[in-house]
């Protein structure tokens, strides 16, 4: 395996494990190079990569552009606030606009499902999907479960569970995805407000009860409650949400092995995860954020490189 | 017009070879307090890996500093063709160091141009040299040469160099193939 089977990458589910064992691979090595007292190679001099970020956004945004400035690459970022998408401009003409410019590569975030699908379908650069509204967010999966790997030596095998707001999360699609492609045991556990109904569809364990989740598990990755996307309440109260789906130390403690914590980010401290099991020992959070530059280091080489023959 | 592959050298010659570089080193290099060796990969490592192996024998210096050099990142073909990466080793810096370069094959001289490039992220050494065990002639892309070389050989650019190693061929020797499909045969 030299290249990766798609041109863009839009989400999980349309890339194969050969697809994320190669990036893994790469990102090896990328991971040792920003570990070097020069961070910086020279690949991507050359490219051209636009981040649209539609969404809010911070640590996403960061690693991209980090990742980018790290390959050499040249770099414009665009943010909706403040640009002419507040104008009533369309998503196609913001987009072409900017390819106008000569760009090769684009990195983008929006609200809707399915947007970077219908972009790839209309310009010619290739796209990297950062989010889309509650549907994928292939690079934070793909950085996961090479931290998973990292920590645990490999993921096959090995029992997840994906606690919190399923409903809203777009992490936890790419991640059930991503964990189910590399052999993987998945579990979600949330309040059933917060489960989506095509749960049964995905083969994945559904539980309702926080203790036996992480009883069952070997690595408990805590999912934040995205109250922005929350139209109507799904459940009573934070504090009570926070009593039945809270991880605290105690709860952690009583369980009786040593399980492995991450978190997407943002973190909110005392709601799904106490400062105390953020940042504790177990914890591999920030791991993840380093993870995240060489994984998406990886994916930024593969797709710029890869040849149409 | 095809050629069968032939050997133009063998293991025992290899040996000799290999032999003969390694004094030629300690010539220039003494007993490599202030030198370090840094194999190309993928396919100099093995070479790179013999010579530190000898030099560390006849000089009686186990500390002699060796490391494994990817240049897959610095290389000017990205998007001519999938470039996938192997390992870079260094746990040392090369700061004022001596460096000796290894790899098989000399060709066109872009691999290395791209090693001197990778080189640079580990400090700024004191001086560089190439040592090959194959100097391809008259074939040079860029003003590169090796200042220690095996053998040299006259080829068609039609034509390819293939060095196999007991470690992954499992026999030393040093083959000719003529490849008539691709005549883009950088290494």
Known sequence: MTRLSTKHLLGIRNITQDDIELIFATADNFKQVINRPIKKV?????????????????????????????????????????????????????????????????????????????????????????????????????????????????????????????LHSRVALSNIHCLKKLGAEVMVCGPRTLMPKYMGGLDVKVEHDLNKALKWCDVANMLRIQLERQEIKYFPSLREYTMQYGLDKKRLDSIGKKIVIMHPGPINRGVEITSDVADSDQSIILDQVENGVAVRMAVLYLLAGRTEN | MSLAPRIILDGKQLGIIIQRLCHQLIETHDHFEHSVILGLQPRGVFLARRIHHQL??????????????????????????????????????????????????????????????????????????????????????VPIQAKYVGQTIDSVSSEKVKVDWKETEGEDRVWILTNEKNEDNHK
Do not use: C, W
């Not at chain 1, 969404?55 to 943010?79: G, H, M, P, Q, Y």
């Not at chain 2, 490391?67 to 897959?72: I, K, N, P, Y």
């Open chain 1, 42 to 166: 020279p690949s991507l001099r050359d490219i051209t990569i636009a981040n649209l970020f539609f969404e809010n956004s911070t640590r996403t945004k960061l690693s991209f552009e980090l990742a980018e400035k790290r390959l050499s690459a040249d770099v414009i970022n665009f943010s909706a606030s403040g640009s002419s998408v507040k104008k009533g401009e369309t998503l196609i003409d913001t987009v072409n606009n900017i390819l106008a410019m000569k760009v090769d590569m684009v990195v983008m975030r929006h609200a809707n499902p399915g947007a970077a699908l219908f972009l790839s379908k209309h310009v010619q650069a290739k796209i990297i999907n950062a989010g889309d509204g509650a549907h994928e967010h292939p690079t934070q999966a793909l950085l996961d479960a090479f931290s998973i790997r990292e920590k645990l030596g490999e993921v096959r095998g090995k029992k997840i569970a994906i606690i919190g707001d399923i």
């Open chain 2, 56 to 141: 560390s024998e006849i000089t009686k210096n186990k500390e002699i500093a060796y490391g494994d050099l990817d240049v897959t990142f610095y290389r000017d073909d990205f998007r001519r063709k999938d470039l996938v990466p192997n390992k870079t080793n260094i746990n040392f810096i090369i700061e004022d160091k001596k460096v000796v370069l290894i790899d098989d094959v000399l060709f066109t001289g872009r691999t290395i141009r791209a090693g001197l490039d990778a080189m640079m992220a580990f400090g700024r050494p004191a001086d560089v040299e190439l040592l090959v065990l194959i100097d391809r002639r008259y074939s040079r892309n």
